[in-house]
């Protein structure tokens, strides 16, 4: 059995206690960064073996996690923070364990886009998750393709590119587009602003940003 295992995006009380139970069982853990993780493990006194499962080695090591699985192994994946496969490793190994028989649990849990779209005022009822945009190639592509999308918006972004990013969608969505910044969710310095595009360009301009960031635009509506 593969288990997914959402883990906490800043506040350890996050945790479930089924995601603590499942991780008691397993056989072992794969993780994106085991010294991130062991701190997790070490709070909620688990003590199980950690292999490093992330976008530089997956494709290398999938063939055999499989076969790991359909001989009996129950594994866990988590990820530093948030939900497996939500911008994060897994579905390279959802996939190879669905084609190869492999039973597959999916916990709920943290999701860092979730609490920064219902605090955003924004509408919730219809929304696309669209996570980090390309860098470079495929950015204007993508920047077009939304112009005229009429659902809310959510990206995820670093600190570095935060106000590059909402000039951006200043240029293509309007400056008057309402959006919000969601950072440090969770934390005890979280932050959730709500305002113009214009305005958050402004705002985060004049001010060192750190964290990791959830941004929430309007979709057009005119």
Do not use: W
Request: charged share 25%; aromatic share 8%; proline share 5%.
């Amino acid at each position: 059995m593969l288990y997914l295992v959402p883990t906490p995006i800043g506040n350890l009380k996050d945790f479930t206690f089924r995601a603590i139970e499942v991780l008691q069982s397993v056989d072992f853990i794969l993780c994106e960064d085991t010294r991130t993780s062991s701190k997790l493990l070490q709070h909620y006194k688990i003590h199980k073996p950690l292999t490093p499962y992330h976008q530089h080695n997956e494709h290398k090591v999938l063939d055999h996690l499989v076969q790991q699985l359909q001989a009996g192994k129950n594994i866990a994946l988590i990820t530093d923070a948030g939900t497996p496969g939500i911008s994060d490793p897994a579905f390279l190994l959802v996939r190879a364990c669905k084609a190869a028989g492999v039973s597959i649990t999916s916990l709920p849990g943290a999701t860092a886009f979730v609490p920064a779209l219902v605090n955003s005022g924004l509408p919730a009822t219809r929304f696309i998750f669209e996570g980090f945009i390309p860098l470079k190639k495929g950015r204007k592509t993508l920047m077009e393709s939304l112009a005229n999308e009429e659902r809310t918006m959510i990206f995820y972004e670093s600190p570095m590119r935060l106000v590059k990013t909402l000039e951006l969608f200043a240029t293509h969505f309007g400056a008057e587009r309402k959006a919000s910044v969601s950072r440090e969710l969770t934390k005890i310095y979280e932050e959730n602003i709500t305002d113009t595009l214009s305005n958050l360009v402004k705002y985060f301009s004049e001010k060192q940003v750190k964290g990791e960031i959830v941004i929430v635009v309007e979709g057009k509506n005119d």
